[in-house]
């Protein structure tokens, strides 16, 4: 069975970096990518970017201007999401999702990043 | 990147029909056969309804159903059920590697 677990809630101060990971079980962890997905308090789904889980490939959303990097350890089956120069609109959830071709199949539960002073 | 427009919100009483639009542009939705729709539950992840414009993963009631004319998709919920009120997201492939979402339509079920 297929699950996406995720590392637990975080709260961090302005200027501060979060580093939120991203577990695979269930499957052959490098035949998938793994797209990041946020979603702040009451607010809409942004897309952030992906990780080519295979060969390390990454792509980033304009809105992140080099704060963000995707990394992954396939010996543990896991991708990071690493954001820096924490502001406080980016307190959100932070989710993973993988993505077989052009759709969101699995996500994982969620990361509560809280940044606050 | 711009979000796809949604309605901030649609409504229909048990048992009748409702339908969320997902307007883009000929650079995503009426590019690419790419657009996928997601239920969210308050406090839940997203979990997908309709992949590849009218594809309905196993799981899923046949009483969703998407489609999509030039730069505007549609999501059709059929014979509303209470469990349906939820947020629903559209989601597009945009080229480039890059993927964008709607801003979210609220679903009442009344």
């Known amino acids: 069975q297929v699950h996406l677990v995720q590392s637990g809630a975080e709260v961090k101060k302005p200027g501060a970096s979060v580093k939120v990971s991203c577990k695979a079980i269930?499957?052959?962890?490098?035949?998938?990518?793994i797209h990041w997905v946020r979603q702040a308090p009451g607010q809409s789904l942004e897309w952030m970017g992906w990780?080519?889980?295979?060969?390390?490939?990454?792509k980033y959303s304009q809105n992140f201007q080099g704060r963000l990097t995707f990394t992954r350890d396939t010996s543990a089956s896991t991708v990071y999401m690493d954001l820096s120069s924490l502001r406080f609109e980016d307190t959100a959830d932070y989710y993973c999702?993988?993505?077989?071709?052009?759709?969101?199949?699995?996500w994982g539960q969620g990361a509560l990043v809280t940044v606050s002073s | 990147q711009s979000a796809l427009t949604q309605p901030r919100s649609v409504s229909g009483s048990p048992g009748q029909s409702v339908t969320i639009s997902c307007t883009g542009t000929s650079s995503d939705v009426g590019a690419y056969n790419y657009v996928s729709w997601y239920q969210q539950h308050s406090g839940k992840a997203p979990k997908v309804m309709i992949y590849d414009v009218t594809e309905r993963p196993s799981g899923v009631p046949d009483r969703f159903s998407g489609s999509k004319s030039d730069n505007t998709a549609s999501l059709t919920i059929s014979e509303l059920q209470a469990e349906d009120e939820a947020e629903y997201y559209c989601c597009s492939y945009r080229g480039g590697d890059i993927v964008l979402f709607g801003g979210g339509t609220k679903l009442t079920v009344l």
């Open positions: 999702a993988r993505y077989p071709t052009s759709w969101y199949d699995y």
């Open positions: 269930g499957y052959i962890f490098s035949n998938f990518a």
């Open positions: 990780i080519n889980v295979g060969n390390g490939n990454t």
